[in-house]
């Protein structure tokens, strides 16, 4: 335990960033060293005369300065910077303990805030004034779109900057895109088991959302072509690579006939590619096999980091300027400064380097995964953020979810990714990269695991 000292009579309001404050400056000062342990939440605020709430809010703002950390049943420890490759901050105050792997997001270290605090540095330099002076053209200054053409080919997608709209990221465009293609009471297919937004923004919309039958590869061709027959689709989203949440990668055959069969009906694909290159196995998408009726979407925000909410929307002739106007009306334009970010990054190759990095990181996890959950049924890909995990016939997923949460373990459920009509299929979705130490990540999955071995027992049930 520290010798350290602190005093009251220091404190001012608010207490907790005053508390924050002192603690800092003694560890900046030498009075606290790395390695150092922190007196108990409880016994900071006896001393100081303070509620334990304070001294918690206190330390959650210095573990996201990475100035204190904490383990389990450790106690809370300063942070020795020269030992650490770790965050400078922490990306907000989590409950204690929890091992939150309920959130799809990129993994970072301090790789990405020295790539950004670089480029913002130099943003200025050549700055055209009107990235910021203007509030035009709609559709993203015609730099960033012919850059886009660029990142959009390691994406395996060729085109030209006039096909290309900037947009805020791939929720940004698919709103766009659903509101451009489809009307109140029109039907859009997808997979059985999609992504969320898809989910809720198709109900905000008003549209008729169906389900597909799927294998492991993705959409079944024979069930695409029975809707299409059956149910007079207008549009169909597609999450070929890397498909959240189920995670798979359709192989190139699978892209042609869906694309054949699209052909064949006139029916709209809008094709979230969130992950870009980052996926060594990439197939090219399924838009190059149907150009003239895809809408593809492609973001920063899953290969570099969560924050650079720039994308592509690569569309047709016949409607841009359909799309142009939902894109307005939606967010009136992609943010310019945070585009000419992007683009810089495009040109200078460090948009590819991020993207290799994620590659390289999400493979040991899913290396981690292959031995942790070792006989237990459950889909991934050494590029894929998230696995899908399969639960035993006495789990569902709500109940699995609740059990976790008692060990700390936050994991996603399945219901909010289910269409209308799909039959529950019983499993979670894990995060791979929302739990940023490796060690820390394994030993959740083997809370997991462990939870998965013993019988379930019901959860009490209080009533006040």
Request: hydrophobic fraction near 40%; proline fraction near 7%.
């Amino acid at each position: 335990m520290t010798n350290w000292k602190p005093s009251r009579d220091t404190l001012s309001s608010p207490l907790h960033t005053s508390l924050a404050t002192m603690i800092a400056g003694a560890i900046e000062d030498g009075s606290l060293s790395p390695g150092q342990k922190l007196p108990t939440h409880r016994k900071l605020a006896d001393d100081l005369r303070l509620s334990v709430n304070t001294v918690s809010k206190a330390y959650d703002i210095l573990r996201r300065q990475n100035l204190i950390d904490g383990q389990i049943g450790r106690g809370s420890y300063v942070v020795d910077t020269d030992k650490t490759d770790g965050q400078p901050f922490k990306l907000e105050s989590e409950p204690r303990n929890l091992f939150d792997m309920s959130i799809s997001r990129p993994l970072f270290n301090g790789l990405h805030v020295e790539a950004m605090q670089s480029t913002l540095r130099t943003l200025h330099a050549g700055l055209d004034p009107a990235i910021y002076l203007s509030t035009r053209p709609n559709v993203g200054h015609e730099t960033h779109r012919k850059t886009g053409v660029k990142w959009l080919s390691h994406c395996g997608l060729e085109t030209n900057a006039d096909s290309v709209l900037m947009t805020n990221g791939v929720t940004h465009g698919m709103s766009a895109a659903m509101s451009a293609i489809l009307r109140p009471g029109d039907v859009i297919l997808s997979d059985m088991v999609t992504h969320h937004l898809l989910v809720s923004s198709v109900a905000y919309f008003g549209y008729r959302h169906v389900g597909l039958e799927t294998d492991e590869h993705g959409i079944l061709p024979d069930a695409l072509e029975r809707a299409c027959v059956e149910k007079s689709p207008k549009a169909l989203y597609l999450l070929p690579s890397l498909a959240n949440p189920n995670v798979h990668m359709m192989p190139e055959e699978r892209r042609r006939q869906i694309a054949a069969i699209a052909r064949k009906h006139k029916l709209h694909i809008i094709e979230n590619d969130a992950f870009g290159p980052v996926a060594a196995d990439r197939q090219p998408p399924v838009s190059m096999f149907a150009p003239e009726l895809s809408v593809y979407l492609t973001t920063f925000t899953k290969c570099t980091v969560s924050g650079l909410r720039a994308g592509y929307a690569v569309a047709p002739d016949h409607l841009l300027p359909a799309l142009t106007a939902r894109l307005i009306v939606f967010g009136w334009m992609a943010t310019p400064l945070i585009c000419e970010l992007a683009s810089r990054w495009v040109e200078d190759g460090t948009a590819q380097a991020l993207a290799d990095w994620q590659r390289a990181e999400i493979v040991k996890r899913y290396h981690i995964a292959t031995q942790e959950l070792a006989g237990f049924k459950w889909t991934g890909h050494p590029a894929s953020l998230h696995l899908w995990l399969q639960l035993p016939p006495d789990w569902d997923s709500n109940s699995f979810v609740a059990h976790a949460r008692e060990l700390n373990v936050a994991v996603s459920p399945e219901s909010p990714f289910l269409s209308p009509k799909a039959t529950p299929t019983n499993a979670v979705r894990i995060s791979v990269g929302s739990i940023r130490e490796i060690e820390r990540f394994r030993q959740a999955l083997k809370l997991l695991a462990g939870l998965l071995l013993r019988p379930r027992e019901p959860l009490p049930q209080f009533a006040y």
